[in-house]
């Protein structure tokens, strides 16, 4: 396994990486993407926790009922969790973009197809950082409300990003080509 051209290849774009190392660093990447997400929100869930302890200690009168309310409340933490995990994002993505397009190679496609599900995916990013930004929300199913159009293109967005993200999945775990194709030798006959 050649664990090691993924670590020091992360900007090398050419040839080709058969399927056993690719998961693997996939697998690795997806780990380190966790690990920096979950220790970066440590401290949004611990302040969120600290304002539930002083309205819990208040009384059941103190806590705001209405939704709105709850959710002006829980904003800062929310967006601040939806831009760790965004940065998240752009950690698994710096990680293993050279190693998608070199496993797009060993199908014999061009590394431009990851494209299009790189850019749904920050944009679903995005739009979960608008709308978290915004600290607007509708719980009544109110068509004429702003908001409503922003959150039906978001589900939009987010469904098409997910069926792009399982179309590359599938093709990524697809065998690669026998023999040398025109981006380089197989790699599994060059063991």
Do not use: C
């Amino acid at each position: 396994m050649n664990l090691k051209r993924n670590l020091t290849g992360l900007l090398d774009f050419t040839g080709r990486q058969n399927r056993e190392p690719f998961w693997i660093w996939v697998l690795i990447s997806y780990v380190v993407k966790t690990g920096v997400s979950v220790v970066g929100m440590i401290p949004f869930f611990a302040a969120m926790f600290s304002q539930f302890q002083t309205i819990a200690a208040r009384g059941p009168d103190a806590a705001p009922i209405a939704p709105d309310a709850m959710f002006a409340d829980m904003q800062p933490w929310m967006f601040g969790m939806a831009l760790v995990g965004a940065i998240g994002e752009l950690v698994l993505v710096a990680l293993v973009a050279a190693a998608i397009v070199r496993r797009l190679h060993d199908r014999e496609l061009s590394g431009w197809w990851a494209l299009p599900v790189l850019l749904l995916n920050l944009t679903s990013q995005a739009s979960s950082l608008s709308m978290m930004a915004s600290g607007k929300l509708n719980l009544k199913p109110d068509p004429a409300h702003p908001f409503a159009a922003a959150a039906q293109s978001f589900g939009l967005i987010q469904l098409v990003a997910l069926i792009a993200l399982i179309a590359l999945v599938v093709v990524l775990a697809l065998p690669g080509t026998e023999g040398s194709n025109r981006y380089g030798p197989d790699p599994l006959a060059t063991r």
